[in-house]
């Protein structure tokens, strides 16, 4: 028989996909977040409402489960985890934990954790070039913001459950995922999608508004790809942590020239250098996933981009007429925005 599994933050971005896929694989699937997906229904057979800060709550999400895959998390684009500090600390840091020990009680026999590629050192991202980061390069640590410290104490939390307890964990240090599905707006977004809202939303020869100079460098992995890697992680014994992203390094400013030539858009830019940056230049090492999986994430950016350039489109165009529906009406919008 197959494992039941359960997905938390499976009313999150890629909570939503990993989901998807394990039900298309003939999964039970059990989601849990503090909110529905957004912007499609869940395909879990249940999904739970629950704040997993709350070690009650980790309790009952973890009941009856094989495996776990921890996805939930307080979290955002560089604009939200470089100015919210306590909170995500705080909240993520209970929800590992509670998360973590209650699946290791409750006869769980197997735990994947999503980390982040903010676990690595500051000192190591100072050039837009970045050759890629090595999982052996993380200590000595000096993450970048609070964020990854947690993040990091996490992975650490994990590795001490197997020492102690001989719990099965596995962990992925995500490089910048995207895709479709997630936000695009509203403050708690990535750089892919803010950058494809924007050109989505100029007219030819419009400028939009870019961060810092435009050079930090960056690599973006696909949510297909990301799924792909964290289902082949969990099935594998590999109990070290292992990056999940891409190895091809861009700026952002070669992001908007990629995403603008979809519509032959001639995009101008105005750059602030006031508003959050984040490292330099970050990028992955794929050699360790490469030897011990065989495997690393293969999606153009190209092919990626535009999927989820065109579905941010599509969002906006919904929005709009939603927006033009409303004033042509005397029902509350958001009335009618509820059955989306
Ligand atoms: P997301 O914000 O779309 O999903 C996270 C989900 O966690 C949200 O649906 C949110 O409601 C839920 N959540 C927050 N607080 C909760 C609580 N108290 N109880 C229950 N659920 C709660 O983010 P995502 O991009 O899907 O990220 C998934 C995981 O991957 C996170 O752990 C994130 O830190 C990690 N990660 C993501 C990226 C990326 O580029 N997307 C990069 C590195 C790491």
Known sequence: MKERILVTGAGGFIGHHMVKYLKEKGYYVR???????????????????????????????????????????????IGFIETVHAEVMHDNVLINTHMLDRAYRNGVKRYFYSSSACIYPRYKQQETINMGLRESDAYPADPDNEYGWEKLYTERLCQAYYQDHKFETRIARFHNIYGPLGSWQGGREKSP????????????????????????????????????????????????????????????????????????????????????????????????????????????????????????????????????????????????????
Request: glycine residues 6%; proline residues 3%.
């Open 193 to 340: 999608a803010a950058m494809c809202r924007k050109i989505a939303m100029a007219k030819k020869n419009d400028t939009i508004e870019v961060w810092g100079d435009g050079e930090q460098g960056r690599s973006y992995c696909f949510v297909r790809d990301c799924i792909e890697g964290v289902y082949r992680l969990m099935m594998s014994d590999i109990r070290v942590p292992i990056n999940i992203g891409s190895d091809r390094l861009v700026t952002i400013n070669q992001l908007i020239d990629i995403i603008s030539k979809f519509e032959n858009k001639t995009i101008h830019r105005k750059y602030d250098k006031t508003k959050p940056q984040g490292v330099r230049g970050r990028n992955s090492d794929n050699t360790l996933i490469n030897e011990l999986l065989q495997w690393e994430p293969s999606i153009t950016l190209e092919e990626g981009l535009k999927e989820t350039y065109y579905w941010i489109k599509s969002e906006i165009e919904k929005n709009n007429y939603l927006e033009a529906e409303h004033q042509n009406s005397t029902e509350p919008v958001a009335a009618r925005c509820s059955n989306l």
């Open 31 to 77: 989601g849990a977040d503090i909110k529905k997906p957004e912007y499609e229904k869940t395909h879990a057979d249940e999904f739970l409402l629950l704040d997993l800060r709350e070690k009650t709550n980790a309790d009952i999400a973890t009941q009856g489960i094989n495996h776990v895959y921890n996805f939930a998390a307080n979290m955002g684009g």
